[in-house]
């Protein structure tokens, strides 16, 4: 009840905000602080909201950011004495028999749990992540209200999109975040994708340590995200080409979405290496939809407009009509990166795909039934990662042969890759370098 009181209450502010503070400001910096404050989904949402553009109105999106940025600094953390007893609970036995040494302050705090910095009885420095006790309520309260999640999901498609199939797949994402084990194997799988490849780096997991509540790799260091927006252009390209091999190879030779782009789940390493963290929200591809996206993907890189249309039209299922033709446009507008390679992806593009896909919404809405098809509900978090991987490659700020990039992984994975040996699970991925 106080969780949906104090959004509440954060809804009617902001609203009085729009309407009486020139700037929005006030209210800007309220929301932040309701969504910054509160963990689960609320703060979820929070975060998104923080570095996808388009979704804060323009006028308040400074104040928004800074606000979210000072609570997420010192977000909420659960006490060691919790942290310790979740851990010695989870892998079985004392802290002090597991680590030669632990540290109770954490390196960084979430919304589902914080990272402990530890070191390995063999010497390993490495990275414990535990979940934040309550966590598991604090999302089921959110989940079970459906209130919580319509202006997210009419956003992206209106009650007329099969919201309760959406609503579906959103609650089976974020439960999935909610369990270490299976984010330890779906790490695995994406080391086993990129091995050999010394841009893409994937923490080596740690097995012996890990559990449904507790996540442990070894310890990445390097540049920050905002560190890396600050270094030179060609700094830049190379890591935002690293960053476009991982999603999309991922996606199309993986057949898994990594659909949370939030910048401060990326390490930045010299000479075009980039360490990605965060496993948790992963949308598994079924195979037929990735042979059919994958179509659509070759047509962009061949600039033909007409296979493109007809590759989009299989993709989705798509009735003729004047919801198609929108289908048509709004997906050719998210391939620009491919059509005009190289592209300089702007804040301003990534915020008009926001904008577009709220106005194709609105329009499907009105369109005849006969012409109405409902878009796959997995596009919830198709488009969460479109929008919010769009606003984290533009604040790198450079140009980009996006294309290029596509066609080196697709040529690469037809040739026989050696499999990663079976024996060194944990030794998958090369030794992160410190910067």
């Known amino acids: 009840m106080g969780r949906l009181a104090r959004l509440a209450a954060m809804g009617v502010k902001s609203g009085a905000g729009a309407l009486l503070d020139r700037g929005g400001t006030g209210s800007a910096k309220y929301a932040a602080e309701v969504l910054g404050t509160l963990r689960g989904l609320a703060a979820k949402v929070g975060q998104m909201a923080s570095y996808v553009d388009g979704i804060v109105p323009e006028g308040q999106r400074e104040a928004y950011e800074a606000s979210m940025k000072a609570l997420q600094a010192a977000a909420p953390r659960s006490s060691p004495a919790e942290i310790r007893a979740c851990v010695e609970s989870e892998l079985g036995a004392p802290i002090d028999s597991l680590f030669a040494r632990w540290s109770d302050e954490p390196l960084a705090s979430a919304s589902i749990g914080q990272v402990h910095v530890a070191q390995l009885l063999d010497g390993r420095e490495v990275a414990v992540k535990v979940q934040h006790p309550g966590v598991v309520q604090a999302i089921e309260s959110d989940l079970a209200n459906a209130g919580i999640l319509e202006g997210f999901v009419g ?38 994708l990129h091995f050999g490849d010394p841009t893409v780096r994937v923490p080596r997991l740690v097995r012996s340590h890990s559990a449904r509540r507790v996540l442990t790799t070894e310890l990445a260091r390097g540049w920050s995200f905002d560190e890396a927006c600050a270094a030179p252009a060609d700094a830049r390209r190379a890591w935002a080409e690293t960053m476009w091999r991982f ?37 598994e591809v079924e195979e037929g939809h990735r042979a059919r996206a994958e179509n659509v993907h070759r047509a962009a890189l061949a600039r033909d407009e007409q296979a493109f249309a007809l590759a989009v039209i299989a993709l989705v299922k798509a009735k003729p009509g004047a919801l198609e033709k929108l289908a048509v446009a709004y997906t050719r507008r998210c391939f620009e990166p491919l059509f005009r390679s190289p592209y300089h992806i702007l804040r301003s593009y990534a915020a008009v795909l926001v904008d577009e896909m709220k106005d194709m919404a609105l329009a499907a809405r009105k369109v005849p039934a006969d012409e109405f098809f409902p878009m796959p509900p997995d596009m ?17 700020d450079v140009e980009v042969d996006y294309a290029a990039v596509h066609r080196g992984f697709l040529a690469a994975s037809a040739a026989p890759r050696a499999p990663m040996p079976a024996s060194r699970e944990e030794e998958s991925t090369p030794r992160t370098r410190s910067a």
């Not at 009650?159 to 994402?173: L, Q």
């Open 155 to 192: 956003a992206l498609g209106g009650k007329r999109f099969e919201t309760k199939k959406m609503f579906a797949v959103i609650r089976a994402r974020f439960r999935e975040e909610l369990d270490y084990e299976l984010e330890a194997t779906r790490l695995s799988r994406f080391a086993q």
């Open 247 to 283: 999603v999309f190879k991922g996606t199309l030779r993986g057949s898994m979405l990594n659909a949370d782009p939030h910048p401060g789940n990326y390490i930045f390493h010299p000479e075009g290496a980039v360490t990605f963290l965060d496993y948790g929200c992963i949308q």
């Open 380 to 396: 919830v978090f198709v488009n969460r990662l479109q929008f919010g991987f769009y606003s984290v490659l533009a604040r790198l």
